[in-house]
């Protein structure tokens, strides 16, 4: 699978005028939580579909 890198800019454009308002950091570490929670997303959907 191919994985696209994700800049602080790009994001900070995605978020708006939320994102002018942070900074770095703020920016990144929502990035880190978003990664989290999609990654323990996908391990529950891939356990269930194991089960099956």
Known sequence: ???KEITIEYARQKLG???K???D???SDLLNTLRL???KT???VVE???SN
């Open 42 to 44: 996908i391990d529950v």
């Open 1 to 3: 699978m191919t994985q």
């Open 37 to 39: 929670i999609c990654n």
């Open 21 to 23: 308002k942070m900074t």
């Open 48 to 50: 269930k579909s194991d």
């Open 17 to 19: 005028e939320r994102g």
């Open 25 to 27: 950091q703020q920016v």
